[in-house]
């Protein structure tokens, strides 16, 4: 399922991470032990055709069973083994260029006195930031870059 802007939802990649974790694990029934839950139930959320999506508690349970950090489960890896998956380490490539670009474009209506390095350092504090705490809500809005901005500009600026 894809989102207005053809981004996979957050349904999506929680079922397509948990039946990878499930694939590691050796199969449904596998993580359907781990999780202390029937079958049919593990079939529900990752089976072929699920009726139900996985939820916050299920995906930090999911995450747990499979020994992934708090999070991992609503982050998209892509196909591990392409090249592109293996030099971004996880990092979700389209959320990092929106937060650049949208930080961006925040520091060019400030129209602000810095030079190229100080303007530089800022824009990457700030994108970080803005990434970071979008991914830790989910990733599915782009927290708004004005405030980070407001927080590392120095003073008088």
Known sequence: MYTAKGRLDIKTIRRENARRIAKEMGGQA?????????????????????????GDVMARRIEDAGKYHHGWLDIY?????????????????????DSLLRTQKEMQLLSLSLSNEEQMELLAKAAAAVYAYTESTGGTTLVDPSYALKLLLPKGS
Not at 31 to 48: E, H, V, W
Not at 80 to 96: C, F, P, Q, R, T
Request: cysteine-free.
């Open 30 to 54: 596998a993580l359907a032990r781990a999780l202390d839950m029937p079958n049919p139930g593990i079939s529900q959320i990752i089976g072929k055709n699920p009726r139900r999506n996985i």
């Open 77 to 97: 890896h892509g196909d591990e083994h392409s090249e592109a998956a293996n030099i971004s380490g996880g990092v979700n490539v389209d959320l990092l260029r």
